[in-house]
Nanobody
Framework: QVQLVESGGGLVQAGVSLRLSCAAS????????MGWFRQAPGKEREFVAV????????DYADSVKGRFTISRDNAKSMVYLQMNNLKPEDTAVYYC?????????????????WGQGTQVTVSS
């Protein structure tokens, strides 16, 4: 019933920008925090960013702070990740996720639904 569908990934050169989108359905979107995670080949999934239900507070991993911006549009049930100055180490599958208890957290265990992911590949 709950669906999260990511889009916007691709193959890009280092230094350019991409905007990822996540379309949500099947739940009361504006009642929950939403997050972005990523997983590179051979590595564990890691936290990227999270945003509160209203967008009033955001948290970022140190590796992306100052380059990435998370945002949401509750009227459209959409969450976005603007990625600027991309680096090869940003290469990963990016996932959007629904927080399970309307709480801002970096722990993947606190998210109960996940999208299928979108591939971002950054060449040097």
């Amino acid at each position: 019933q709950v669906q999260l569908v990511e889009s916007g990934g691709g193959l890009v050169q280092a230094g350019v920008s991409l905007r990822l989108s996540c379309a949500a359905s099947g739940f009361t979107f504006d009642s929950y925090a939403m997050g972005w995670f990523r997983q590179a080949p051979g590595k564990e999934r890691e936290f990227v960013a999270v945003i509160t239900w209203s967008g009033s507070f955001k948290d970022y991993a140190d590796s992306v702070k100052g380059r990435f911006t998370i945002s949401r549009d509750n009227a459209k049930s959409m969450v976005y990740l603007q990625m600027n100055n991309l680096k090869p180490e940003d290469t990963a599958v990016y996932y959007c996720a629904k927080q399970r208890r309307s709480r801002v957290t970096r722990s993947g265990a606190e998210y109960d639904y996940w999208g299928q992911g979108t591939q971002v590949t950054v060449s040097s």
